[in-house]
């Protein structure tokens, strides 16, 4: 099985048809992120990718010259971009994760698409056979937009609130707001339908979608998300539906990975499972990923920053090179995201693996490998 990126998320359908080249806003973030990206970038040259790549001063660089890590020139870089290009982001005080925050929530990047790709020459952690699936997970919504508070405050709002067993708020406590909309719901739904049938009809994909919520325990907000998910899916016949509870996929996704093709599920559902089936590909450093919106998206490795092993120059940087095969793929350059990423292929293939992977190469030599094969 090959990796490709064309069977893993959809062409950009905003893109403007004249020649003008897309503009890439290309940032490292925090720990590892500016040595993955920077080994990216130095692939994109090598490819002679039609990109205008910009990398505006962001993260600590900027925090110790201006007091912030989000400038104002760098969020109209944002709104000016076509395509984001993002290493990794510390989520402490002293982090970025503003500007991943921005890019999601600001920008409206509401379809995150993981996919899970058996990698030759890499011994999967997970699973028995070949795998490729891919995660469409909404990106907007549930709890991660953070509505917490005290409950007490919550009973005072809402004193007749009480769940399915018939009991009352407690007292005392802390709460969490989860929000599922069918606005939402059915937009992801739709993406998640474009991308299986996309599959289906490249041979990649069975045209077959997992919708998985826990709807016997959340009754009226993943039973929304199932029912619109099922009215948007339906609209294609000649797909496949069918629904599993969220801890019964993660069961599957450990045993039996290569059954799925296309899962579409909530924020935190997806965020959980996307990483259980990046073992599928031999850990979080290799597994690439997207935020796609409807008029931009940014990419982005699975893995953290990582600040145990920053500067030491042995971060992998396959994650964060697929995600650019990703990018590529997004902007309309099939054949370009599927050299990148058949170059990272035949590079692992060839022993360019960093410790993470058994080996002894550095992040510079992997993407010299990779470049060689440009």
């Not at 609130?161 to 992801?188: C, K, M, N, Q, W």
């Not at 990419?299 to 600040?307: K, R, V």
Request: proline share 6%.
């Amino acid at each position: 099985m090959s990796l490709s990126p064309s069977g893993w998320l959809l062409p950009a359908g905003h893109l403007p048809a004249s020649a003008r080249r897309p503009r890439v806003v290309a940032l490292g973030g925090d720990g590892i992120g500016s040595e993955v990206v920077s080994a990216a970038l130095s692939c994109l040259e090598a490819l002679d990718a039609p990109i205008d790549v910009v990398t505006p001063p962001h993260g600590p660089e900027t925090r110790a010259r201006l007091g912030t890590p989000f400038p104002d020139a760098l969020r109209e870089e944002l709104d000016r971009a076509d395509a984001i290009l993002f290493g990794a982001v510390d989520t402490g005080p002293e982090g970025s994760a503003d500007i991943l925050r921005y890019i999601r929530f600001s920008l409206d990047t509401y379809a995150n698409i993981r996919p899970a790709t058996s990698v030759p020459h890499v011994p999967a952690r997970t699973g028995g056979g070949a795998t490729d699936l891919v995660i469409v997970r909404e990106l907007t919504e549930g709890m991660y937009p953070g509505r917490e508070g005290d409950l007490s405050e919550l009973a005072r709002l809402a004193p007749g609130l009480e769940d399915h067993l018939g009991y009352r708020l407690p007292g005392e406590g802390a709460f969490a707001l989860r929000v599922v909309t069918e606005a939402a719901s059915r937009r992801i739904a739709r993406y998640a339908r474009a991308l299986a049938s996309q599959r289906k009809a490249n041979g990649v994909g069975r045209g077959r979608v997992t919708i998985v919520t826990k709807e016997n325990v959340l009754r009226r907000s993943d039973g929304l998300f199932r029912a619109i998910c099922e009215q948007e899916l339906a609209a294609d016949p000649a797909l496949d539906i069918d629904h599993v509870y969220v801890d019964e996929a993660a069961r599957r996704m450990v045993a039996c990975p290569e059954q799925f093709d296309v899962v579409v599920t909530t924020n935190l559902f997806g965020d959980v499972l996307s990483d259980v089936s990046s073992e599928v590909m031999g850990g979080m450093p290799m597994a690439p990923s997207a935020g796609v919106g409807e008029r931009v998206a940014y990419f982005e490795a699975c893995h953290g920053s990582a600040p145990d092993i920053a500067g030491r120059g042995v971060a992998n940087p396959a994650a964060t090179l697929l995600s650019a095969a990703m990018m590529l793929t997004y902007l309309g350059r099939d054949d370009l995201g599927e050299r990148l990423a058949a170059a990272v292929t035949d590079a692992l293939a060839a022993g360019n693996k960093t410790p993470d992977l058994g080996g002894r190469a550095s992040t510079d030599e992997v993407a010299r490998a990779v470049r060689s094969r440009l």
